[in-house]
């Protein structure tokens, strides 16, 4: 499977990392053989075959409905690059200039 | 002129009531805290935090399903729904996608049109789906800042059919459920407070059609008003666009509730790809029938049944069936002052509809935590009906119940408000009350006739509301006219 | 009595109990170690020396007064340990050997180390690894890579490979690792220690950094098979805080100098002595099984006929969770932010500056095998053929008690070998990576040398829970062996 170039740039965008030009060019090359490599996949026959979705036993796991004590704001707030009010602050703009 | 339909669809997210969020232990409800004061590692999105799942919140969602006739999976399954945003911290919100709790189900809704025929609008339900909140974005100048404060709040998403036909139709169904969801104790669903939210899809197409044409959605509509009015106004504008033979593009709109118009938003070159794949922090929902008969164990009789069993069994109009079974602890409170009072349902209705409701209103509180409890209600009503005391006795006896707690009998033993009958006593006071007013006589016998209201309010005065005011005006006329 | 950085777990705790040497001595001699050692290996990302003195040293007054009240004595008191730095702990930096983190200080502690702090353990800081555990030599640390103590110019192996080389180099008795792919044995293997990876579910995955969630598991690397054991118990069990650990009786494993195996049915599968393994790799491993015969086990030839299959179903599974899981690092509330006049331009740029290559490679590779119209050709797939590489496993459990295999197909490569073509790294994992899919346990040991005298080692992999069946063989194996007790010469 063959990626053009792109596709390598929405994917970037889907994942919102910023790549330069030569880091495009590699990736394209490196995903593209990774992802050749992955089509071997397509030689089983597994119509009849479930998805694992858990490899241990199923079963169920539920919490009761009881409240704990919130971690404190400042212990939040503690790594944050920036904050004011006790929130975070983050640019005004969702998108940048189109 | 082509007569066009509208088709209409809703989208509404619904905030369970539970007390913990969805995915940790905080609390739900932090309407009104400061920010950031109720959040922990898991629904802050930290590295290293893993959910676990609220067991209340699938059994409010079992309660909707019924409700609804929705068919719940026996295994259903969360996913990742992946996008990033500023308010969502881990980068996906954990939801259902291809397993969701219970899908299908209806809503069959009376409608009452001021001009027109009543009819039933069948409204399907595509599916019911769980998933978390996401935080709390304040615009300020040059800056947005995020409260996560309602991260983590537990949903449920529930999607109609393309079945509404009008804004009117549209608004009526977020009554019913509100009135719904606040009956089964499942959310407060009240929509000022984002506990109930709502998108709408509107397109339209013309009479007789069966294709369903390009729609719109309509999105921040903020209350039942708004979403009336927004539907409306985007009616409107897509009959004008048809009209002028233009295509309806399938944009999305925002509600501007201060000007009052539909704003188109950015649009987006794509459809958003969530790349949905099932959470592997969380296990699957197991649904057995065990369980979900022990959810269901108790399931009331639901609102619109209820106002259908009351009309039909009752025979009480369907203004009284509506108002009395609007909310359920008045409903319940109904019904059980007509078992224990056994006489006619609809003098238990007026009582009701105009005093309990009122009352009930005033102190803020539901029916069921009144000190007056149906038994007493009943038993005042007996006591009327028998002539024991008049009805504006029974009135004010309503006020002294709630206040003292005690049986209306006992009261009315202690406190003398027995009806007074008596022929003698009354007419004593009729001569009293004629002696003492001379001019109102004087004035009664020149022709003056309506004076005989003030008479008997004379009369029932001095006997502190005891008389029987009928018998006391018979007594009056007859003395006044010798 | 041996040089105390020389001490295992085992006689670390006896030596401590009986008050031959405190626990500040002890950690005072292992600090000194890495004083002197630590800059030719650079196994640690972040040291906390006056921690864990002021731990040791509380230790050991708690020592005193439990002794004086007659109380039971935690089982790791006073024991000094590393932790992999994607296990948080709470007020100690981790980067998860990122520059996205390079700054982040954990509020929570992972409860498998929580447990071991509740049991006594002296915290020495964090050690090195691939970015976010992704990769196989420790090369993709945005930091630096750490060297293999038996060969500086090679790599200890990856991710946890800085846990490994510490506890090889005497830094530590014991270190925390975590193995998605390969993780703890595949450095334990080039490093010559042992290693454990517990059934997926055994242990808490809360405050393990994710990765791969239906694939990572916490555990352990030490010196012997014992010490595994033995921390093995202290750390694993149930924990309501993480859905996806079983809630079944953590086992306490009794181990004895017996080594008798009779009655054990060992298999060995042919899929893992394939063409590409390095010969001494195999011979070495070979010897090992032929050991294990002579204690009396049956050797028998088993069938894993999707092994082939492991290595695109992980790399198709892992990034795609890691894609989502690695989504929250936007520079938002902690780690790098790149300041910006939008949040998508932060996002982007942010993620671009923080995450290496390695990273972003794999955040896009699972970015589209699950994006639209290629969920089902991927994705979907993968989890479809993991169901049957999981089959495979339980289907040979029916004949035998537990598998016997290489763990890397070479041992300890030079660095810098693989680091132009991905795909070749990845090769390195194909015979770790089937463990990780189908969840089953993992012990790794040391059982040779190659002519360079680096380190061979080989791994057992038993059905869910048995993890107590694969310490008493690798115990035994231990008793009549001593590669284990062999150390490079730093």
């Not at chain 3, 149930?238 to 086992?251: E, G, L, S």
């Amino acid at each position: 499977m063959s990626l053009s170039r792109e596709e390598v740039i929405h994917i970037a965008k889907l994942a919102r990392l910023e790549l330069s030009d030569n880091e495009i060019e590699r990736y394209q090359q490196q995903l593209s053989s990774i992802l050749e490599y992955a089509d071997r996949l397509k030689e089983l026959n597994t119509s009849q075959i479930p998805p694992t979705s858990s490899v241990l036993p199923a079963r169920s796991r539920f919490r009761d409905d009881v409240p704990v004590e919130s971690l404190p704001t400042d212990k939040l707030l503690k790594n944050a690059p920036q904050s004011e009010k006790d929130q975070f602050k983050v640019p005004p703009a969702l998108e940048g200039p189109q | 002129m082509t007569e066009y339909e509208a088709i209409i669809g809703l989208e509404t997210h619904i905030q369970l009531n539970t007390t913990t969020k969805i995915f940790c232990s905080c609390k739900a409800d932090s309407w009104f805290d400061p920010p950031n004061t109720n959040i922990c590692p898991v629904c802050t999105g930290l590295p290293g935090a893993l959910p676990t799942l609220n067991k209340a919140v699938v059994e409010k969602a079992v309660l909707l399903a019924k409700a609804m006739h929705a068919n719940l999976l026996p295994l259903s399954y969360f996913a990742r729904k992946n996008y990033f945003y500023p308010d969502l911290p881990k980068g996906y919100q954990i939801s259902q996608y291809d397993k969701p709790i219970a899908v299908g189900g209806f809503l069959d809704m009376p409608m009452n049109p001021a001009n027109g025929q009543s009819y039933i609008r069948h409204i399907t339900i595509d599916n019911m789906h769980l998933e978390e909140d996401a935080g709390k974005t304040r615009n300020e100048p040059g800056r947005r800042l995020i409260d996560f404060n309602r991260c983590g709040v537990p949903l449920i998403e529930m999607v109609t059919g393309p079945d509404l036909r009008s804004a009117d139709e549209a608004a009526q169904y977020l009554i019913r459920l509100r009135q719904l969801l606040r009956w089964l104790g499942i959310s407060e669903a009240d929509m000022e407070k984002a506990h109930l939210r709502c998108d709408a899809n509107v397109s339209i197409r013309p009479k007789g059609a069966s294709h369903l044409n390009p729609k719109t959605e309509i999105k921040n509509v903020n209350s039942i008003d708004a979403v009336k009015e927004a539907i409306g106004k985007e009616i409107e504008r897509q009959t004008n666009e048809m009209e002028a033979g233009h295509k309806i593009e399938t944009w999305t709109l925002e509600w501007d509730e201060d000007a009052g118009v539909l704003r188109k938003m950015r649009s987006k070159e794509t459809e958003a790809d969530y790349r949905y794949f099932r959470e592997p922090d969380l296990l699957a929902i197991r649904m057995t029938d065990e369980w979900r008969n022990a959810i269901l164990e108790g399931f009331p009789e639901l609102p619109l049944e209820r106002r259908a069993r009351f009309i039909e069994d009752y025979g009480l109009p369907e203004y009284d069936a509506e108002i009395l079974t609007g909310e359920r602890s008045l409903s319940d409170y109904f019904e059980t002052t007509v078992k224990t009072y056994k006489g006619d349902p609809k003098r238990v209705s007026n009582w009701i509809m105009n005093d309990i409701l009122r009352m009930v209103n005033e102190a803020g509180k539901p029916a069921y935590e009144l000190k007056l409890t149906p038994a007493f209600l009943a038993e005042i009503i007996q006591l009327v009906d028998s002539g024991t005391i008049n009805t504006s006795t029974g009135k004010n006896l309503l006020g002294k119940v709630e206040t003292s707690g005690r049986a209306p009998s006992k009261i009315v033993e202690e406190e003398g408000l027995a009806k007074v009958s008596d022929d003698s006593a009354i007419r004593e006071v009729c001569a009293k009350i004629m002696a003492a007013s001379p001019n109102e006589t004087a004035s009664y016998k020149a022709g003056k006739v309506t004076l005989i209201g003030w008479f008997v309010g004379q009369v029932m005065k001095e006997m502190r509301g005891k008389a029987d005011p009928q018998i006391a005006r018979k007594i009056m006329e007859e003395m006044l006219s010798q | 009595m041996n040089r105390l950085t020389d001490l295992t777990v085992t006689e670390a705790m006896h030596a401590l109990n009986a008050g031959e040497c405190s626990s500040l001595e002890l950690t005072r001699a292992i600090l000194e170690r890495i004083d002197a050692l630590e800059p030719s290996v650079l196994a640690f990302l972040t040291r906390t020396p006056e921690l864990a003195l002021q731990q040791a040293q509380t230790a050991d007054e708690k020592r005193k007064e439990l002794k004086r009240n007659g109380s039971a004595i935690p089982r790791l008191l006073g024991l000094p340990i590393a932790v992999k730095d994607v296990l948080t702990v709470e007020g100690i930096r981790c980067t998860c050997g990122s520059k996205i983190l390079e700054n982040f200080v954990p509020v929570h502690t992972a409860t498998c180390v929580h447990k071991l702090q509740e049991a006594g353990v002296v915290i020495l800081g964090k050690t090195n690894t691939d970015e976010f555990a992704m990769g196989s030599s420790t090369e993709n640390s945005a930091y630096f890579t750490t060297r293999n103590p038996w060969d500086l110019e090679r790599v200890p192996g990856g991710s946890s490979g800085g846990s490994a080389a510490a506890v090889a180099a005497r830094f530590t008795p014991a270190a925390l690792g975590t193995d998605t792919g390969g993780s703890v044995r595949q450095p334990a293997s080039f490093c010559g220690v042992t290693g454990i990876k517990p059934t997926y579910g055994r242990v808490s995955r809360y405050g393990l950094i994710a990765y791969g969630s239906s694939l990572d598991s916490a555990g352990v690397l030490t010196r012997t098979v014992e010490d595994a054991a033995l921390i093995f118990e202290v750390m694993a069990g149930y924990d309501p805080r993480d859905a996806t650990t079983m809630d079944v009786p953590v086992p306490q494993i009794q181990l004895d100098s017996r080594t008798d195996l009779r009655g054990l049915r060992i298999g060995v599968p042919k899929e893992y002595f394939i063409k590409g393994i390095q010969p001494e790799v195999e011979q070495t491993v070979r010897a090992a099984i032929a050991r294990f015969a002579e204690m009396g086990a049956e050797i028998k030839e088993v069938c894993l006929p999707h092994t082939e299959y492991a290595l695109p179903v992980y790399y198709l599974i892992a990034p795609a969770e890691a894609s989502a899981n690695l989504a929250r690092y936007d520079g938002i509330r902690f780690g790098l932010r790149v300041p910006t006049e939008s949040n998508i331009e932060m996002f982007k740029k942010s993620r671009g500056a923080g995450f290496g290559s390695e990273v972003k490679r794999r955040i896009m590779l699972g970015t589209y095998a699950l994006s639209a119209g290629y969920y089902d050709a991927y994705y979907g797939q993968a989890q479809k053929v993991r169901t049957l590489i999981k089959q495979d496993f339980e289907k040979v459990f029916e004949s035998v008690d537990m598998i016997a295999a290489p763990i890397a197909p070479t041992t300890a490569f030079k660095r810098g070998v693989h680091t132009e073509d991905p795909l070749a790294m990845y090769l390195e994992d194909v015979f770790t990576l089937p463990a990780n899919l189908a969840g089953v346990p993992g012990l790794a040991f040391c059982c040779g040398f190659d002519s360079q005298n680096m380190p061979v080692g080989m791994q057992l992999m038993g059905p869910h829970f048995k993890e107590d069946a694969l310490f008493k063989a690798g115990h035994a194996y231990q008793q009549v062996t001593d590669w284990h007790r062999k150390s490079p010469t730093l």
